[in-house]
């Protein structure tokens, strides 16, 4: 298995806050995308150990993300990174096979 990982978020400075933090903890090989699209190319393209993608993203956005990499078959940890926060919200993530939120 690899110890890549893939980093899916609009935000650059978001990205580069989860990649220091992921550096940090010795996670050196990562992949950045900018929204859900860029994020489900990168993940065909390669094998990864874990996404870490946020919610709200123009394109895709991390739920939709989520359930097309479910939809892959794969189990590969996915943590969700975002500002949603109700209980319903995190529910929906949930069920739609985030691993963490």
């Known amino acids: 298995m690899s110890n890549k990982v893939l980093v899916v978020d609009d935000s650059g400075t978001m990205r580069k806050i989860i990649i220091r933090a ?3 903890v010795g996670y050196t090989d990562v992949v950045e995308a900018g929204d859900g699209v860029e994020g489900l190319d990168a993940f065909g393209a390669d094998s990864f150990s874990l996404v870490m ?3 709200n993203m123009p394109n895709k956005n991390g ?3 989520t359930k097309e990499i479910r939809a892959k078959g794969s189990d590969v940890p996915i943590f969700m990174v975002t500002t949603e926060g109700e209980k319903s ?3 929906e993530a949930i069920a739609a ?3 963490d939120y």
């Open 97 to 99: 096979g985030i691993t």
């Open 89 to 91: 919200r995190v529910l």
């Open 63 to 65: 739920l939709e993300l």
């Open 22 to 24: 992921l550096n940090a």
């Open 53 to 55: 993608t946020d919610w």
